[in-house]
């Protein structure tokens, strides 16, 4: 069965329809999805440009409500979709399940932001005159998201536009369009109002475009590729109104080891955060910087870490790396596997493609040793299972090193030093730093985002999430 748009409450059939690949087996398909144009964007913006006034408006205990009921709606089906993200995006099961579990505490989140109200009442430097400082929805807000993270990601960025009192005109990616679905289903059966939430599937240089391009969308929140984000910021900056925009893009996030630290739990820290999700996270550290001492007792013990991984299908018990999403995705890490080795870093373990029971997208965890953090491979991020090995002779060299990057999303070190734990929190050119900790997997309810090319605009997540979703008024009162 073809599966279909939803645009002003209403399931709307569509055309040109694709099969959704299982990234683990490529034989099976999580469905067939429409691919929708111009056509879908116009009738959903005009749909959220009519439903959202009342919902600005609406009362904030139902909207709570409203929202509540997504997140036990999500909780309670976890492992159902779960099952299906895990077929469609690659990621193993427990992993799987663990995300939409995470979507429905943001959505709980959020159903609590409904209620802590904000605002100010000011004097003025006039005499009989007073100031109010509100903040109101921003109107209809398109969302854009990658497949890297098909739940989670959709929902920091629905539940606070909902919450706030937006209107939401969302664009899944196309790798990943039956999670969406099922997020979809979810809002419907809670009885958001129809226009408030709308969803539309297809590509993002035909759908992402026209929302892109259309008048009557008032701010875009964006998450995936740099390349992408730059566009989308030249769009909204062209387009007459402008549109408010926030970008989340890419990261190239390093891991220092410093010689005093715990090695096991540095290594620990490195598998977790770089092969989890087979790499596949803007958070995780594609560079570990090794000062001298600790450096070959470092790679020794994650290249014995790195044998015992199991690669394989999503659904397999025992997997820890699943398949790289796609074809082209599995492309680039292997031309950045041979890149690497054309620079001269020394491919320690892994870098090639490998052979399970089913037919997939299946890749060696990667590590390269003796990388320059010149090397394309140090510098771009590659976005899969492959991590490089920096040698650095002093912390003070470590630190310049992690800071030299385009990226700035997230940082770690691993030390027993509270001086230099200290030091890298203080000095560290990043959005997020990890003392301890792996460089991915964070809280949602404290701000997410980076610097330089990482990130563009407010912060996502937590409270800070009202800076995107909401546009201060500033109203001055002759009160008499
Ligand atoms: N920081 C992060 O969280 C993430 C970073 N990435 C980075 O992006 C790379 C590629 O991943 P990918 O998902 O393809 O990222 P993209 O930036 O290509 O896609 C992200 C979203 O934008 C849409 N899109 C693509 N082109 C346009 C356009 N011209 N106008 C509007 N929307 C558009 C996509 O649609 P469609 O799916 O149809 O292409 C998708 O929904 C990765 O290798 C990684 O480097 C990816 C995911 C997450
Ligand atoms: O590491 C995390 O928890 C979030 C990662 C993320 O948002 C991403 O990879 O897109």
């Known amino acids: 069965m073809s599966e279909r748009h ?18 683990s087996d490529t034989r099976d398909s999580v469905g067939l999805f429409p691919s929708g144009g111009a056509a879908e964007v116009d009738a959903a913006v005009a749909a959220a440009t009519a439903a959202a006034p009342l919902w600005a408006r609406s009362n904030i205990q139902q909207r709570h409500d409203m929202l509540r009921r997504i997140a036990d709606g999500i909780a309670a089906a976890a492992t159902e979709i779960g099952t299906i993200l895990a077929r469609e995006e690659g990621k193993p099961l427990a992993e799987a399940v663990a995300e939409v579990q995470r979507a429905s505490q943001i959505f709980g989140f959020f159903a609590g932001e409904c209620l802590r109200q904000t605002g100010d009442r000011l004097a003025s430097i006039r005499d009989g005159v007073d100031i109010e400082v509100t903040r109101e929805p921003v109107g209809v807000v398109g969302i854009i998201t990658p497949w890297n993270f098909p739940i989670a990601i959709p929902a920091w960025k629905i539940a606070p536009a909902l919450a706030y009192g937006n209107a939401v005109l969302f664009k899944p990616a196309d790798l990943t369009p039956a999670t969406a679905l099922s997020l979809a289903r979810i809002i419907d059966q809670a009885g958001v109002p129809p226009g408030i939430f709308n969803m539309i599937f297809g590509k ?29 910021a030249a769009a909204c900056v062209a387009s007459s109104p402008m549109k408010k925009f926030q970008l989340e893009m890419g990261g190239k996030n390093p891991f220092v080891i410093l010689d005093d630290a715990d090695l096991d739990l540095a290594v620990s820290i490195a598998v977790n955060a770089a092969y989890m999700s087979t790499g596949q996270r803007c958070t995780a550290p594609e560079r570990f910087i090794v000062t001298n001492a600790i450096h070959d007792r470092f790679v020794a013990q994650l290249i014995e870490r790195l044998r015992h991984l199991k690669v394989g299908h999503a659904l397999g018990s025992d997997t820890f790396v699943g398949p790289v999403v796609s074809q ?21 373990f892994g870098g090639h493609r490998v052979a399970c029971d089913t037919p997939g997208f299946y890749m060696a965890p990667t590590l390269f ?6 090397m394309a491979i140090a510098r771009e991020e590659i976005f899969g299972p492959v991590a490089c090995v920096i040698r650095a002779k002093d912390y003070a060299y470590a630190l310049a090193l992690a800071n030299d990057t385009s990226f700035g999303l997230t940082a770690g070190i691993c030390t027993a030093s509270l001086k230099y734990a200290a030091d890298f929190k203080r000095n560290s050119r990043a959005g997020m730093v990890m003392v301890n900790l792996p460089t991915a997997g964070v809280d949602y309810h404290v701000p997410f985002g980076g610097r330089g090319s990482s990130s563009f605009g407010p912060r996502e997540q937590g409270r800070y999430a009202a800076e995107f979703y909401t546009s201060v008024k500033t109203a001055y009162v002759d009160s008499g």
Do not use: K, M
């Not at 209403?10 to 329809?17: E, F, K, M, R």
């Not at 026209?210 to 730059?230: E, Q």
């Open 6 to 23: 939803y645009i002003g409450g209403t399931w709307v059939a569509g055309q040109d329809h694709q099969p959704d690949v299982n990234p």
């Open 204 to 232: 993002g240089r035909v759908v992402g475009n026209a929302i892109l391009s259309h008048p009557g969308v008032d701010a875009i929140s964006f998450t995936g590729s740099v390349n992408v984000g730059r566009t989308i």
């Open 328 to 348: 082209a995705q599995l492309d680039s890490n292997l031309a950045y596997v041979q890149r690497g080795c054309d620079e001269g870093a020394t491919l320690a």
């Open 369 to 374: 040793t003796d990388a320059t953090n010149d």
